[in-house]
């Protein structure tokens, strides 16, 4: 289940994410060589923002497939949709597609949210046909800080991680993610990690108060916080991001892709 609760602005917040993400993205996939004809699958594709990127570069001869459990996140997906693409409702740790049936199988901040990875990279691994590429994305909060430092964005920092934890999220899968994937077994593995940094302008200057305000009931709930005190600090952290002297780096991406083993069968963890 998608951590984040339905609230006014998330769909904007994720667009505006995956906007300020796409030249990472392109990067990753032409790492991997995505081209012409290439049948790529997007577990987990929210908005469907690489997806897109997917079947710009396969075109008519490929075939692309968004693939989430969140039917609101997939009707954007459809509106937006250019080219060959096909939306999928399914849960992507028993997706009901056949065997080997994709060059990729790509998922980003998916992990992050499972109770248990082993399903997933399972049946990632199951999609790819042998030979194909496994490419998984992770944020690793660990690295956010801004300068100068303030204490609401500190406040709001220690609340996002205090709101995952409460949402039974696997924080950290980041750090783990090239480790499970040796351990699955996939050959000729990179990891390439990137920071995700903003200045006051930038799209997502807002990224971290407007995330910690989608957390805004499982804190409440857990008591660690109360409303005003959570206004209070969100408020705060806005205007300092505002600020035209402050940076900040909001999390590290971490790209982590590698081969499934020509005509061997492998398994998860
Ligand atoms: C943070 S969003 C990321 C969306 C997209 N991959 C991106 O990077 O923009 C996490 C997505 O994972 C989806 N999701 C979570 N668990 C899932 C599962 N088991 N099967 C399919 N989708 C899942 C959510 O619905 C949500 O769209």
Redesign the pocket.
């Known amino acids: 289940?998608?951590p984040l609760e339905p609230r006014a602005g998330e769909i904007g917040r994720?667009a505006a994410?995956?906007a300020w993400?796409t030249e990472e993205a392109e990067a990753l996939l032409s790492s991997i060589g995505v081209g012409p004809g290439w049948r790529c699958l997007?577990?987990?594709?929210?908005?469907g923002?690489?997806t897109r990127l997917m079947a710009a570069r396969a075109g008519a001869p490929g075939l692309v497939v968004g693939?989430?459990?969140?039917r609101r996140?997939l009707d954007h997906a459809r509106a937006e949709a250019a080219g060959a693409v096909e939306y999928l409702e399914?849960?992507?740790?028993r997706t009901g597609l056949p065997d080997g049936g994709f060059d990729l199988v790509h998922?980003?901040?998916?992990f992050a949210?499972?109770a248990q990875f082993d399903p997933?990279l399972t049946e990632a691994i199951r999609l790819a046909r042998p030979g194909g590429t496994i490419a998984l994305?992770e944020q690793d909060l660990s690295s956010m800080a801004c300068f100068p430092p303030h204490p609401a964005f500190a406040r709001l920092k220690g609340m996002l991680g205090a709101g995952l934890e409460q949402s039974g999220t696997g924080r950290g899968v980041a750090r783990r993610l090239f480790g499970l994937l040796r351990q699955a077994g996939l050959r000729e593995l990179r990891y390439r990690p990137f920071l995700v940094s903003c200045q006051a302008g930038d799209p997502q200057a807002a990224w971290l108060p407007d995330i910690v305000d989608s957390l805004r009931g499982p804190l409440l709930r857990a008591g660690l916080t109360d409303g005003p005190a959570l206004d209070e600090a969100i408020a705060a952290c806005r205007s300092h991001l505002n600020d035209p002297g402050t940076t900040a780096i909001l999390y590290t991406v971490v790209q982590v892709w590698g081969r499934k083993p020509a005509g061997a069968a492998v398994e998860a963890g």
């Open positions: 289940m998608y994720l994410q995956g993400l997007d577990l987990a594709c929210g908005l923002d690489v693939l989430d459990l969140e996140f399914a849960d992507a740790c998922g980003r901040f998916l949210g499972a997933l994305q």
